[in-house]
């Protein structure tokens, strides 16, 4: 009979984060033997510095922000101020609530071993962490992934900020440049010239937001340059950085043309680079720096190690990762293996109005040469942006040629909870027919999306 | 202050030591060395190459040999491509 080997645990999960959480949590309660390791802090990114900590930020914001526009409504809100320390503290507050942030003892009340460090393989069955030799029988590799640093002349002399250290800057700076035009870059944009920072934002592609719809970018940009004052430059490329006295000078170029801007802040958040730093070589796990390859059960070139969450290399959100794991947990256990199913996954973006999307967007039909029909409607034709004043948003869907939803975008205030309709028909198929003569209330933002479903219905 | 990271030699055969960045430094600056690069340049290289090797291991208290030289690899390809291809190819000979 061939040798069973013994190992320290049945599951060792590398990373607390969302994409390490929930397996772990699963198979303890199925009586496995798990350790999670954590290099940073417990809970991982999301609750301790990007969802919760920048939501929390943005949702006062954004009361500050309407509040202070409220002279339309008849209300005095000329003198209205905000006190940073304050709103900081209601952002830590926040983050304790949470419950997930710096929650070591929530595992170990689970019975999961926890350890502190920096861990690396050794062997496909061994790793180290602290000089600690841990093995076992399966491994799932959620360590994540943060914030790429491009190679900008001159960016490493000057002490720049990431989307990370800025939520915990003392207050928002007079002004900011921020490198990137991705979702946690306008969030940071939108959320920093509320609170009166002089805000430009360097995209190297046509238009900022550039994996989502035109509709979304182009209003977007209009949103923010006319409302928020801030500007956009697009086809625009860092050329260096460089410390002028007390801020920093910025040589972009924008279409050819190099243009110099005193900031006193620089913001790099130009995407995310997976953690592969865990002696991969070792355990023989294939992978790139754009990430680990998994096959569709979310296992590596090695059979038992597993891998979920940001170290992918896919555009990961909390809620995407928290499903990869479940995944990976099942996998690894049950007979019955599942895939994650990626085209029904919602996105959301928490600027003012919010970007939400889930399924295929128009661009990805296009791609896939598929017949589609799509509509569009406008906030502006229903009663509640009367009502509120605000008409900027719009509800798109897009379904194929019989009607079935493939996916939709909402950009409106409260987009994330509006989208979950749309989430809903694309993981059943409805038709916009069914989406239509369902009844809507009167002055809901809804409304908008029955809107857009009954122009689809021949 | 004295870098201590216990290396754990090829196959788990031989007990770990301690990494000796003169042994990593010797090796570099003889691949160099190979495709006749000037000494003065192969020293320069392998100053370099050990700098960035040394701070990879700040964070790493105990690495395989092969880690370091898939670092060092990594680092030397910047530098000085060729003598990194015959660094890399060394193993696969020997």
Redesign the interface.
């Known amino acids: 009979m061939a040798k069973k080997y013994e190992f320290d645990y049945d599951l060792i999960v590398i990373g607390s984060g969302a994409g390490g959480s929930a397996a772990a949590t699963i198979a303890a309660k199925n009586g496995k033997r798990v350790a999670i390791i954590e290099s940073d802090t417990f809970g991982g990114g999301s609750p301790n510095w990007s969802d919760i900590p920048l939501k929390s930020l943005l949702h006062a914001a954004n009361l500050y922000d309407e509040a202070r526009h409220g002279a339309r409504f008849g209300l005095r809100s000329a003198t209205l101020g905000y006190n940073y320390p304050s709103i900081r503290a209601w952002k830590d507050l926040a983050v304790k609530r949470t419950g997930a942030g710096g929650n070591r003892k929530y595992y170990e009340s689970q019975g999961i071993d926890t350890y502190a460090g920096l861990a690396h393989f050794l062997t496909p069955n061994e790793i180290t962490v602290s000089r600690r030799h841990l093995s076992a029988s399966y491994f799932l590799i959620a360590s994540g992934a943060k914030w790429e640093i491009p190679k900008i002349p001159g960016l490493n002399t000057v002490k720049y900020l990431t989307p990370r250290t800025i939520l915990e800057a003392i207050r928002p700076p007079k002004s900011l440049l921020v490198i990137g035009g991705g979702e946690t870059a306008i969030e940071i944009a939108q959320l920093m010239a509320i609170f009166g920072t002089k805000v430009y934002v360097v995209e190297q592609s046509s238009h900022i937001l550039p994996n989502h719809d035109s509709e979304v970018s182009d209003l977007m940009g209009r949103v923010l340059r006319e409302q928020k004052g801030i500007t956009i430059m697009a086809h625009s490329k860092v050329l260096s950085v460089e410390k002028d006295g007390l801020i920093k000078r910025v040589i972009v170029s924008q279409a050819g043309t190099e243009k110099s801007i005193r900031v006193d802040e620089v913001l790099v958040a130009l995407g995310r680079e997976p953690q592969v730093d865990l002696g991969l070589d070792n355990a023989g796990v294939k992978y790139t720096a754009a990430g680990i390859k998994v096959n569709n059960l979310l296992q590596t070139s090695v059979k038992h190690i597993y891998a979920a969450g940001e170290v992918l290399g896919r555009n990961s959100h909390t809620h995407t990762a928290l499903i990869e794991s479940q995944i990976a947990a099942n996998n690894m256990f049950e007979k019955t293996k599942i895939s994650p199913d990626y085209s029904k996954i919602t996105e959301v973006i928490f600027t003012y109005p919010g970007i939400a999307t889930v399924g295929l967007s128009e661009y990805d039909c296009i791609k896939r040469d598929l017949a589609i029909n799509k509509a569009i409607a406008p906030l502006s034709i229903i009663a509640r942006s009367n009502t509120s004043d605000f008409r900027d948003g719009f509800v798109k869907i897009v379904t194929d040629k019989k009607g079935v939803i493939l996916g939709g975008t909402v950009v409106a205030p409260h987009a994330a909870e509006i989208i979950h309709e749309l989430s809903l028909a694309v993981q059943h198929g409805l038709t916009a027919y069914q989406i239509a003569e369902t009844p809507h209330a009167f002055l809901s933002w809804s409304e908008a999306v029955k809107v857009a479903a009954a122009k689809l219905v021949p | 202050m004295t870098l201590s990271v ?1 290396v ?1 030699k090829r196959g ?1 055969r031989r007990q770990p030591e301690k990494f000796q960045r003169q042994k990593l430094h010797a090796s570099i600056v003889a691949a160099c060395l190979s495709v006749r690069t000037p000494e003065g340049q192969a020293e320069a290289v392998a100053h370099a190459v050990c700098d960035a090797v040394v701070a990879w291991l700040e ?6 040999s ?2 370091i030289r ?1 670092i060092a690899t990594k680092h030397l390809h910047t530098h000085h491509p060729e003598a990194a291809y015959l660094y890399e190819q060394n193993r696969i000979t020997i």
């Open positions: 216990d754990i788990d964070d790493h208290p105990e690495v395989t092969q880690d898939i």
